[in-house]
């Protein structure tokens, strides 16, 4: 008798701590806290890549969330934020969902790029390294492309 009456109070143990496992498991696949991305970017290809991910991770309520996004564009990557390119709708639509898109101005000074060519959303930064760095002091977590 004596060895049921211990079993009894060992199953309700077993039973709290397979629940309570179980409910800690589930807050760790929950949605993360949002977080401020900025990401560089020289090669024109990555450019329209990086969007529709990051339209993805908003779109994705129980993974990684962004508060705000930041693409900076240098290189040849800054002809993806000309009026007319392939990706004009995209660009224009990640703007409503506080995403920027920003190109580096000694890059359009380089290339011989008018300003007056870049989409109006576009905002255009002095030096793509610098914006980087800045970026990073503000707590932005980077990456670069």
């Known amino acids: 008798m ?4 211990k079993n009894f109070y060992i199953l309700p143990l077993l039973l709290m701590t397979f629940f ?3 409910i800690s498991l589930g807050k760790a696949e929950s949605v993360t806290e949002a977080k401020d991305y900025a990401l560089l970017i020289s090669n024109p290809r990555h450019v329209k890549g990086v969007l529709k991910m990051l339209d993805s991770m908003r779109n994705d309520k129980t993974q990684l ?3 705000k996004a930041r693409v900076v564009l240098y290189g040849d ?3 993806m934020a000309k009026k007319g390119s392939e990706i004009t709708s995209l660009i224009k639509e990640s703007k409503e969902h506080n995403v920027t898109v920003a190109v580096c101005n000694q890059a359009l000074t380089r290339l ?3 300003k007056s060519d870049l989409l109006n959303t576009v905002e255009v930064v ?3 390294y610098y914006e980087m760095l ?3 002091t ?5 990456l670069d492309l």
Do not use: D, E, F
């Open 2 to 5: 004596r060895v049921m009456t």
């Open 20 to 22: 309570i496992t179980t």
């Open 77 to 79: 990557a800054i002809h």
């Open 134 to 136: 800045r970026l990073k």
């Open 65 to 67: 969330q962004y508060r």
């Open 138 to 142: 503000l707590g932005y977590i980077s």
């Open 112 to 114: 011989k790029v008018p």
């Open 126 to 128: 002095g030096n793509a």
